[in-house]
């Protein structure tokens, strides 16, 4: 009897190489006075409520970053080429209600069709959710480091568009608060 591989235990092990094989930002060089400058560019597609949202979630986590901060403090960035992160801001995309209702019928049919015409098999639901794709870089006096792709998530399920923008801009604070804690990592 052939024993087969459980499904779980190939996502799991996808998942972990995924999170070994994602590039991260390293200091090349010391931060100097333990600054480090915030800077935030949208490319022309970025509509300017989530420019806004997102300004003001970077705004509020600098503050509060910096009243935890152990080593580096965040700033508003003032000068991109020296001692700054620069996140360039790529695309966002929002789930509208059409997208929603028509995810939620697919998984729906999804659920329920596989097991009536199949014995013993498992339905299947799919979701799709809130993108922003970012691209990440130093500052060349601290890295030469190329720049980094990276994208986040939110779940869009079942709000208007300003509830998605709302969540959008929290993940993002949470981003840019993981992306600096990588840098303290490599900075001490």
Not at 54 to 81: R, V
Not at 121 to 132: C, D, R
Not at 149 to 176: C, D, L, M
């Amino acid at each position: 009897m052939k024993k087969i591989v459980n499904p779980i235990i190939i996502i799991l092990l996808a998942i972990i190489l995924q999170a070994c094989a994602t590039k991260k930002l390293v200091l090349e060089s010391n931060i100097q006075n333990s600054q480090l400058g915030v800077c935030l560019e949208y490319a022309d597609i970025i509509d300017e409520k989530t420019q806004a949202a997102f300004n003001n979630s970077l705004k509020n986590l600098i503050e509060q970053y910096n009243n935890n901060a152990d080593s580096i403090k965040l700033t508003h960035c003032n000068n991109p080429s020296q001692q700054a992160i620069v996140i360039n801001v790529l695309e966002t995309d929002y789930v509208g209600p059409q997208e929603q209702a028509l995810w939620t019928t697919v998984s729906l049919l999804g659920i329920a069709v596989p097991p009536l015409l199949f014995d013993k098999m498992l339905g299947f639901v799919f979701f799709q959710n809130n993108e922003t794709t970012t691209e990440l870089t130093l500052s060349s006096d601290l890295s030469s480091q190329e720049k980094i792709k990276r994208k986040f998530h939110t779940w869009p399920f079942y709000g208007n568009i300003e509830k998605q923008r709302n969540k959008q801009s929290k993940k993002f604070a949470e981003f840019v608060e993981e992306i600096v804690q990588q840098l303290e990592l490599s900075h001490s």
